[in-house]
């Protein structure tokens, strides 16, 4: 085997699987306008949103080593620890965790020697309103320097509580993505030590980058022009 068949075999450089996916919604259009405020030209577009299936053992390369790792850690500290779920998408390991369970999941990622996932570079969110119970997704991006592996952990939240614990006491460089999250999509961190916004004024209506949020206009400087909101603009035949 030459050093280049090895480097194809790695999982990062595996095709994305083709199993079976979970559907949590349709997108219609550009926008989501329905009728005929829609100008992209794309208003008569339906697509399913889904989301990738669930990877089955083995998952290649490393991904096993730390999914063990992981699940063996956890039992070797008594704790109880409900094994993650693990999507493998475009070469990329996702473990999708109980929010009950973060707090946990991440001490063991960054302490745990087969583990040592040092660096957390990011926290994001994502809204799926259709996803009824899971509306609300906090997605983690992991670093190991030691081993030179990426992962993403990703923690779901219904609308009606959207609360997940806060990771700023093991991750200290969490501490303005999950205020950027707060703001933008409406997580609540529990136990943040200042949970308040940081790109809309304090006072700001709502979290702008929720899928139920009104789109918004351009005001234009000049004789009091204004642009409408995407799906109040009038349509061109």
């Given amino acids: 085997m030459t050093e280049n068949d090895s480097t194809d075999k790695l999982p990062e450089n595996v095709p ?10 349709v997108r219609q259009g550009m926008f989501g306008v329905h009728g005929t405020g829609d100008t992209s030209g794309y208003g008569g577009l339906t697509q399913a949103i ?3 299936g669930e990877a089955q053992r083995p998952y290649g390369g490393w991904y096993d080593e730390v999914a063990d790792a992981l699940v063996s850690a956890a039992a070797a500290g ?3 620890l409900a094994e993650p779920r693990v999507v493998i998408h475009r070469g990329e390991i996702t473990f999708h965790v109980r929010r009950e369970d973060l707090l946990t999941v991440v001490r063991l990622l960054r302490d745990d020697e087969r583990l040592r996932f040092e660096l957390l570079s990011g926290v994001s969110g994502v809204h799926y309103p259709e996803d009824t119970g899971r509306e609300l997704h ?21 609308d009606a509580d959207p609360h997940i614990p806060s990771i700023v006491a093991v991750y200290p460089t969490s501490d303005w993505h999950e205020r950027e999250t707060f703001d933008m ?3 609540v961190f529990d136990g943040h030590p200042a ?3 940081i790109l809309m004024p304090d006072d700001w209506p709502g979290h702008p ?9 351009i005001p234009v400087e000049y004789k009091g022009g204004t642009i409408p909101p995407p799906d109040q603009r009038r349509s061109y035949n």
């Fill in 78 to 80: 008594g704790l109880e």
């Fill in 195 to 197: 949970l308040t916004r």
């Fill in 185 to 187: 999509f409406g997580i």
């Fill in 50 to 52: 889904t989301y990738p």
């Fill in 16 to 25: 994305a699987p083709t199993g079976e996916v979970q559907q949590v919604g």
């Fill in 209 to 217: 980058q929720r899928k139920d949020y009104p789109l918004g206009g």
């Fill in 138 to 158: 906090a997605v983690y991006h992991l670093l190991s320097m030691t081993h030179n592996r990426r992962i993403r952990l990703e923690v779901t939240a219904p």
